[in-house]
């Protein structure tokens, strides 16, 4: 069993910054990718940001510059700096990782989703 579990988001105002932070654990042999997706309300589900295992990154253009993706292997974290933030950013906010697990098998995963509200 594999779980996501995200922290970090809250109430803020336009032009703040939050941190938010996304810890995998359970039946983990190692992880691809991870990365962070946001659903405002009534709007589908958009890719926001993603680190693979290597390092390298990528991000949706409404972002870039303004938000920053992270990870900590040894704690198996991913963390999503977001900097300038605009009340377009606000969204439940999603953390996914592509995992490998103990039995070799790889999958997806999602978390429960944290809300950020950035108010004008």
């Known amino acids: 069993q594999v779980r996501l579990v995200e922290s970090g988001g809250g109430l803020v105002q336009a032009g703040g910054s939050l941190r938010l932070s996304c810890a995998a654990s359970g039946n983990i042999f190692s992880i691809r990718t991870m990365g962070w997706y946001r659903q405002a309300p009534g709007k589908q589900r958009d890719f926001v940001a993603q680190?693979?295992?290597?390092?390298?990154?990528n991000y949706a253009d409404s972002v870039k510059g303004r938000f920053t993706i992270s990870r900590d292997n040894a704690k198996n974290t991913v963390y999503l700096q977001m900097n300038s933030l605009e009340p377009e950013d606000t969204a439940v906010y999603y953390c996914?990782?592509?995992?490998?697990?103990?039995?070799?098998?790889?999958?997806?995963?999602w978390g429960q989703g944290t809300q950020v509200t950035v108010s004008s």
């Open positions: 996914y990782g592509n995992i490998i697990a103990r039995s070799r098998l790889e999958d997806s995963y």
């Open positions: 680190i693979i295992s290597g390092g390298a990154t």
